[in-house]
């Protein structure tokens, strides 16, 4: 009888304790941005079928609701602690930085935009997202703040390419993992590879920080 009892307490005490997944992801900040990039870079890790990302993704691009975003990932199959393992041992690419709750988005899910004959706003921060669609964002045609503009351009299974003008000093981190990123003088390609470097003249004024990431896909940077 005690050692039933001493087994049922465990199994008790096991079925409330959260896995160290639910327990992350429970205190980790679950907005739309945040869980899809997640998503993203799960899939990139391996192990998630095509047909169950696509699935996933598509339900968090309709619901901005935190708690709708954390039950979608809470969907996603456990990882093994091999699989982790060997994903922190080689990746290379830094922490992103905190993305700011008052950006602007451009999102291409299955289709296309273009940001190239109307006036836009950039500054301070805009992301640009292409999943499985094309982006195309003419920064000639955006206003930028004073100081830094962050521009994020992610292209998952799609296209995104960018015209900035000619001599404007543009910062650009570039990170590709299956995909490409194209820049004048530049290119990142490959199955994990990431880079930085400097456009454009030193100057006074407002200046361009670009984060691109091109996981299956390519983004490609041009200037005139």
Same mark, same amino acid.
């Given at each position: 009888?005690?050692?039933?009892?001493?087994?049922?307490?465990?199994?008790?005490?096991?079925?409330? !304790?959260?896995?160290?997944? *639910?327990?992350? !992801?429970?205190?980790?900040? !679950?907005? $739309?941005? +945040?869980? &899809?990039?997640?998503?993203?870079?799960?899939?990139?890790?391996?192990?998630?079928?095509?047909?169950?990302?696509?699935?996933?993704?598509?339900?968090? &691009?309709?619901?901005?609701?935190?708690?709708?975003?954390?039950?979608?990932?809470?969907?996603? %199959?456990?990882?093994?602690?091999?699989?982790?393992?060997?994903?922190?041992?080689?990746?290379?690419?830094?922490?992103? %930085?905190?993305?700011?709750? $008052? *950006? @602007? @988005?451009?999102?291409?899910?299955?289709?296309?935009?273009?940001?190239?004959? /109307?006036?836009?706003?950039? *500054?301070?921060? +805009?992301?640009? $997202?292409?999943?499985?669609?094309?982006?195309?964002?003419? /920064?000639? &045609?955006?206003?930028?703040?004073?100081?830094?503009? /962050?521009?994020?351009?992610?292209?998952?299974?799609? #296209?995104?390419?960018?015209?900035? %003008?000619?001599?404007?000093?543009?910062?650009? @981190?570039?990170?590709?993992?299956?995909?490409?990123?194209?820049?004048?003088? @530049? =290119?990142?390609?490959?199955?994990?590879?990431?880079?930085?470097?400097?456009?454009?003249? #030193?100057?006074?004024? =407002?200046?361009?920080?670009?984060?691109?990431?091109?996981?299956?896909?390519? /983004?490609?940077?041009?200037?005139?």
């Amino acid at each position: 009888m005690r050692v039933l009892e001493a087994s049922e307490k465990g199994d008790n005490a096991m079925s409330m !304790m959260p896995s160290a997944r *639910g327990a992350r !992801m429970g205190e980790a900040s !679950m907005d $739309q941005a +945040t869980a &899809m990039e997640e998503l993203r870079e799960r899939y990139a890790r391996g192990g998630l079928p095509l047909e169950e990302f696509r699935r996933l993704m598509g339900a968090l &691009m309709v619901t901005s609701d935190p708690a709708e975003c954390r039950a979608i990932l809470e969907q996603l %199959p456990p990882e093994t602690a091999y699989e982790v393992g060997e994903t922190i041992a080689r990746r290379p690419f830094p922490a992103r %930085p905190t993305r700011s709750e $008052q *950006g @602007h @988005h451009i999102v291409a899910f299955f289709g296309q935009v273009d940001r190239s004959g /109307v006036l836009w706003e950039l *500054g301070p921060e +805009t992301e640009v $997202q292409a999943i499985f669609g094309e982006v195309k964002a003419d /920064v000639r &045609m955006a206003k930028l703040s004073e100081g830094e503009n /962050v521009l994020r351009v992610t292209a998952l299974f799609g #296209s995104a390419k960018v015209i900035v %003008p000619e001599g404007l000093r543009i910062y650009v @981190h570039a990170s590709a993992r299956f995909g490409e990123v194209k820049v004048p003088g @530049h =290119s990142v390609g490959g199955i994990a590879l990431s880079d930085s470097f400097a456009l454009g003249a #030193s100057a006074p004024g =407002s200046y361009l920080r670009i984060e691109a990431n091109a996981t299956f896909g390519e /983004v490609k940077i041009q200037t005139r």
